[in-house]
């Protein structure tokens, strides 16, 4: 059973590969390598090229990755070696927080915050301030740019690459920023010596796990970067990412033609970049992992051999015992110790205020999300009957007409029936398979599949709609819209994520619960399913409600499987209305009630997440949690 | 070295209770006692390791050549008291040479012939010169875990502090090893105060002037290693180490 729902794991990423390659299968020969190059869209034509969107995938995620990373480790650096102990968990808590907001909400936030401040304030600055040159000349693109993507992706890959960089931190034995304070290294003198050092692997594998995400983050950068396919000529240029040009033209095009092919071609193109960096990022993880457990928390790198030992021959080394002069050198040095000191410590506070401004432009962006979508979905949520009923036909107040503000019934109730579809499929599935990976899996097969799982939940969603997409097309064509079909793209999305918590969660069961239950007599089974899972109960838990919250906030997949219903849910082969969906269609509609309608929707969903997030705190709370290390 | 009226927490618990003692100078104090009693949490005192554990906390004072150490700067109190950890723990990312050199690196010597000479010498000092001259680039995890700590004793060494405090440093390592460090210490006491944690009381006997035994917290009785261990004052004492408990 559990090692049938294992190699599950291996037919659907068979599946995905498969099924993509078949699709794109035109493309791929009409084209040739020559895609990747062609930097034209021309449906009428039937020209198609990649190149810029790959182009504005890559510049906006390097650029993003470079913001991120110094402010994500300030952060990390702040949370586990500077803030007083009574902070770490709140703050650290706070900055989770921010990993946990969907990205259609992200997406929302900039376009009503950060695209205006651009448009009026920053590009302008950005252009007296360095004269019009190259990249900065005057804007033409009313904030909706490559500049903008580049810094919503920003705020929302720091959250990730923070929280690996804050684990792989606490993972470095304190022995070692002991030993460092111990010769008289300041705080931060002994993280950098003793512990950025040493954690460097995993912070670097959270950096590319950010990179994954940057790269592969659709429906928010949708939202600002302006969606022309050109190549860039600044950085206010307007642009389209792959991502953001598959979910922007797929539903758009009719399966089989040229067009539809050449973006299933795109597809493939993001999922092999995004499986690279992925498994790059995993592979170090998994590295550091089984390093940390061994207690040194890095393999040793050999260094360099020198020119250390020819130096070294020149001088004679003074006989020990000898008792002779000290040198020279040991005199000015202990002169020199005091107003060294003074310097010192003054990089030391530097570097604390640094982190602290880190951490306040981290935590930010989640505030003002908070604001802004409290200020602009505040008053639909209000009102009882925006629950429960259908939405408006569209229509804007004027001196003789009110408009009906109706409200995201519909809405609600298909994203909890594909919502409970996904977990029906991926909940089972995932815990089975992660039962055989952790209690079974000791063999190559085990490891194989816990690692792909781990690889697969950094692909994009828009990957797995596509994929589910394409399968309903080949398998029932008739359903590929419908809540079916949202419903499998969700437990796609859930499977690994299910999948890997419950590794992690049976694995954090110590082996003298499962040993004295087998001393007992039980049989290898009956330990695993009455045991092992009554203990790891709240991690599991945890777990599931972790993989739900990711498929409540997409929107990606949603939307090229699920279609769209302004109607209630009639049946599983139908289009059905869901939350992110609605979000996405109406919240720059021309309908002034309909716009209302889609700030509410923002906001509800919001508050499910940080319920969900709070939820699972608690669950973990209650669980016999570790102790956090510091 | 003197420590009065000196006081530890972790957070509400109280680890450490009154502790008035005097290190001799140049000689090697043995510090002994039963698991938990706060032989180590007295000795992240004496450097102020103490107060980087979060929630810990501290009072009474320790004076050095007469100034008060909780009175300066923690980073010039622990530059001029090293501290010697019962697992080995030389830096993973250093190759043996940057272990020894990373405390003068942080003192400011930048020149590589003094780098060199800093850490020849401190090699020499900790006995280690003779094995890994030929090798001063491999990794410093790549040694053997008598050798490694024997290189995190050269790394103490390095800045030639006034005080060494050692953490039960052989109770991770072979008799051999051991023994390497045991005479070291003999060696080591013409030059530095060295206080020592240590659960083997043969140990004690052998490399110790002093011998100050630690119970539940409190500092039981302080004297001559012959003393405590022929002709103890209190009852408690000899218990101990005639093995009768602990
Ligand atoms: N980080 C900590 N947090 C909370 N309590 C601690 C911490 N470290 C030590 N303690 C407690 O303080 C007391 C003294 O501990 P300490 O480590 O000083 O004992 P020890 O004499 O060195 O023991 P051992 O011989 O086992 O090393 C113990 O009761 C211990 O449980
Ligand atoms: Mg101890």
Known sequence: MAGLAALGILVLLALLTGFLVESAWPSLTHFGIGFLFGTVWDEPHNVFGAGPAIVDTILTSLFALLLAVPIALGVAIFLTQIAPAWLRRPLTYVVDLSAAIPSVVYGFWAFFVIVPLMNSTIEPGLTSLTGGRWPFPPSGSLGYDLLTATLVLTVMILPTIAAISRESMLAVPRIYRESALSLGATRWEATRMAVLGPARTGIVAGIMLGLGRALGETIAVTMVIGNVYILPGTIFSPGATLASWIVNNFSELTPASLAYQALLEMALILLAITVLVNVVARGLLWRFGSATEGGSPDRPRRHRRSRRSLVLAATSPAEPGTGGEPPAWRARVAAGVRSRLVRRRGVQWTVVGLTVLCLVIAIAPLASVILTLARLGGPAVVQPSFYTSLPPLGCNPNPFTTCSLGGIGPAIQGTFIMLGLGALIAVPMGLLAGIYVAEYGRNSFGKLVGFLADVMTGIPTIILGVFVFVLFIYFDHNAALSALSGGVALSVIMIPIVTRATIEALRSVPTGVRESATALGFPRHRVTVRVVLGSARSALVTGILLAASRALGDTAALLLTAGGSSFWFSSLNTQTAALTPFIFANFASSYQNLRTDAYGAALVLLAMMLGISLVARLAVRSGAAAPEGE | ?246
């Open chain 2, 1 to 246: 070295m003197e420590a009065t009226g000196v006081n530890a927490w972790y957070g509400r618990r109280q680890a450490l209770y009154d502790i008035s003692l005097a290190i001799p100078e140049g000689s090697v104090t043995a510090i002994i006692g039963p698991s938990g009693c706060g032989k180590s949490t007295f000795l992240r005192c004496l450097n102020r390791l103490h107060e980087e554990t979060p929630g810990a906390r501290v009072s009474g004072s320790i004076l050095l050549d007469g100034e008060d150490l909780g009175k300066k700067d923690a980073v010039s109190v622990r530059f001029r008291v090293g501290m010697v950890f019962q697992r080995p723990s030389p830096f993973p990312n250093m190759s043996v040479f940057e272990n020894v050199a990373a405390g003068l690196r942080l003192l400011g010597v930048r020149h590589r012939a003094e780098l060199d000479q800093g850490v020849v010498e401190a090699l020499e000092l900790a006995g280690l010169w003779d094995e890994v001259k030929d090798d001063l680039d491999a990794p410093g995890t790549g040694l053997s875990g008598g050798q490694q700590q024997r290189l995190c004793i050269a790394r103490a060494l390095a800045v030639q502090p006034e005080v060494l405090l050692m953490d039960e440093p052989c109770s991770a390592l072979d008799p051999i090893a051991t023994n390497k460090i045991e005479a070291l210490l003999q060696h080591l006491k013409t030059r530095y105060t060295v206080v020592i944690v240590t659960h083997n009381l043969a140990q004690a006997v052998r490399v110790s002037d002093t011998t100050a035994f630690f119970y539940l917290g409190k500092l039981v009785e302080m004297d001559r290693t012959e003393k405590i261990f022929h002709a103890p004052r209190e009852k408690l004492t000899e218990n101990y180490v005639t093995g009768r408990f602990g």
